[in-house]
């Protein structure tokens, strides 16, 4: 069962992609925390959130 104070996700893909602009900016925050130590892994998970959040359906109304 979900923690009630949490909202939840309005993105159910695979890769959750980022619905709201504070979602967003803990992803580029984490890109660029994978960049500085190096890990490959992090980094192509959170740009495959960041890129594929075009086409995710949570977001069809988004600009």
């Known amino acids: 069962m ?5 909202p939840a996700r309005r993105c159910h893909c695979v ?4 619905t709201t ?3 967003r900016a803990e992803i580029v925050d984490a890109i660029t925390e994978a960049r500085r130590i ?3 892994r992090g980094l192509l ?3 495959a959130r ?5 086409t995710c ?4 109304r988004r600009p």
């Open 2 to 6: 979900a923690d009630p104070t949490t």
């Open 15 to 18: 890769i959750a992609h980022p």
């Open 21 to 23: 602009d504070a979602e």
């Open 38 to 40: 190096n890990d490959s």
């Open 45 to 47: 998970i959170n740009l």
């Open 50 to 54: 960041l890129t594929g959040a075009r």
């Open 57 to 60: 359906p949570a977001n069809a």
